[in-house]
């Protein structure tokens, strides 16, 4: 079936996928009825023995009336995803007003037994800034889905837009509103420790020794470094020096807890920052525009997204001059290419833990869409993932592959129509540079799962996430007759809480970041 357009906006990013976002509209679809989503009259299933269950969770935004300081907004969501089972499990009530009602970004304890979430709910008239947090269900041992959330308020006009942590007993919140930084402890659930960083603060790092918290601030061009115990700063300044980069972004920290990597969307620099000296020991160009760095521990890698250059760059994590990152490839999604014929905006990646593949996830915006189910007469996003082999570096399928299917008949209707491989563009989902908490961080993020078998897609714009299966003797080129990389079928994100618009469905929620479980 077609999509019809929907007048709708959400409010904030990252996927992620959590991890980090993809950001708020949504489309009238049917909600897959399987076991404990919450759904009335949907029957309810045993969970996969413990030691196959391995999940991924995805943030969502409702926001059906757009994004407005002046406008109301409903609270967003989150679900669990069976890997195993490729359905839904577990989902927080839409009409939760707990869980904030605009998210910006999630984290999981490192024992995965909880998740939290921010939510900067006051850039809508009445709307609070929350963290808020659910026992996952693997560790509830139940069918009952998610434990109840729990919210620890902040004051009103926080801005919490990033949480991070490599700890079971603290997680951090970025404050981009206060410029502040909060220590929430989380046996008691209460903001313990608050201190004042730089400017906008947007993402955060800690070391997973768990001793050092550092912090991007995007609004004053520096990178703040924390005791993660007090939270006072490690340096006489309080921040990294030597660090001249213009709108830091995203933060990652080297598994040795010895470099911290960051990227500036302005001069379009990866930097690294030795932990022991806090000091920049040196940086190498990616391009103005460079969004996002994921770090694989397993193979030592960096990988940094540029959506506004069209590139992917790979980075070895040691080898360069002074223990920098040694760049191994610069990979292009821009027009011509063999990726992306008509040009892509790269947006996050993602890599198998078994060290055989990395994913980049890209989308496509034209003008004139040229999926029949759209129509020519209007504008359409068109979300992809592309496959790469880990050691050759070199793309396993061209062009990439893309992410809309027709569910299986005998399941439920889905959501897109036969051979449909665009969806109308949804204004709530268009990313903006510099980040702010009225915008999205990513309009498609990726996650794999803990077990290498699948890998996820947040689509922000299609309200819904593509599930693709990874199997085959860890080989991907078809070539070798081993199966290459399937998409199985799309997760449609629950129903809005808002209005439904005249004579229509309730719309779906949008997917804005996913994240990745045991």
Request: net charge negative.
């Amino acid at each position: 079936m077609s999509f019809r357009r929907v007048s709708g906006v959400a409010a904030v990013a990252l996927a992620t996928m959590m991890w980090g976002a993809c950001g708020q509209v949504y489309r009238p679809v049917v909600i897959p009825c399987t076991g404990n989503s919450g759904v009335p009259g949907c029957p309810v299933e045993p969970l996969p023995t413990s030691a196959n269950f391995h999940a991924v969770y995805a943030l969502y935004a409702n926001a059906p009336n757009g994004i407005s300081a002046s406008t109301p907004n409903y609270p967003g969501g989150a679900m669990q995803i069976d890997v195993s089972g490729d359905s839904i499990i577990a989902e927080t009530p839409s009409n939760d007003s707990k869980f904030g009602n605009n998210p910006t970004h999630a984290a999981i304890l490192p024992n995965n037994g909880r998740v939290f979430v921010a939510s900067a709910g006051s850039v809508f008239t009445g709307g609070l800034d929350v963290v808020s947090s659910f026992t996952t269900a693997p560790q509830l041992g139940s069918t009952s889905g998610f434990g109840p959330v729990n919210t620890i308020a902040l004051p009103t006009g926080s801005l919490p837009v990033f949480v991070n942590t490599t700890q079971n007993s603290a997680v951090y919140v970025a404050n981009f509103g206060t410029n502040s930084v909060s220590s929430i402890n989380v046996a008691n659930n209460v903001v313990s420790n608050t201190a004042t960083v730089g400017t906008n603060p947007v993402a955060l790092a800690e070391t997973p020794n768990g001793q050092k918290l550092y912090v991007a601030n995007q609004g004053s061009n520096s990178i703040s470094t924390l005791n993660t115990v007090t939270l006072a700063p490690n340096t006489s300044t309080g921040f990294v020096s030597g660090f001249t980069g213009l709108t830091p972004v995203w933060t990652v920290a080297r598994n040795d807890s010895q470099k911290v990597y960051v990227v500036t969307q302005g001069d379009g620099q990866l930097w690294t920052i030795d932990t022991v000296l806090d000091s920049v020991v040196g940086s190498q160009p990616v391009g103005a525009g460079a969004n996002f760095i994921f770090y694989d521990p397993n193979l030592g890698r960096l990988y940094v997204t540029n959506p506004v250059t069209g590139m992917v760059y790979v980075f070895s994590d040691t080898g360069g001059a002074n223990d920098t990152p040694l760049q191994l490839a610069a990979i292009s999604f821009g027009t011509g290419s063999a990726l992306c014929p008509s040009g892509c905006a790269p947006e996050s990646v993602t890599a198998l833990a078994n060290g055989s593949r990395f994913y980049v996830a890209s989308y496509q915006l034209a003008a004139s869409c040229p999926d029949p189910v759209i129509g020519s007469g209007s504008a359409c996003v068109v979300p992809t993932l592309s496959v790469f082999d880990a050691n050759s570096l070199a793309p396993e399928i061209t062009p990439a592959l893309t992410l809309l299917s027709w569910s299986p008949s005998g399941t439920t209707q889905g959501p897109f129509a036969p051979n449909q491989y665009a969806v109308l563009q949804s204004p709530a989902c268009t990313v903006t540079t510099p980040y702010s908490p009225v915008t999205i961080r990513f309009r498609v993020f990726t996650s794999a799962s803990a077990d290498s078998s699948r890998v996820f897609v947040s689509m922000c714009d299609a309200g819904a996430i593509a599930d693709i299966n990874t199997t085959g003797n860890n080989q991907n080129n078809p070539q070798s007759g081993e199966p290459a990389d399937t998409l199985v079928t799309d997760l449609p994100a629950p129903f809005s809480s808002g209005t439904a618009p005249p004579g229509g469905e309730p719309p779906n929620q949008s997917p804005i970041f996913m994240l990745s479980g045991q």
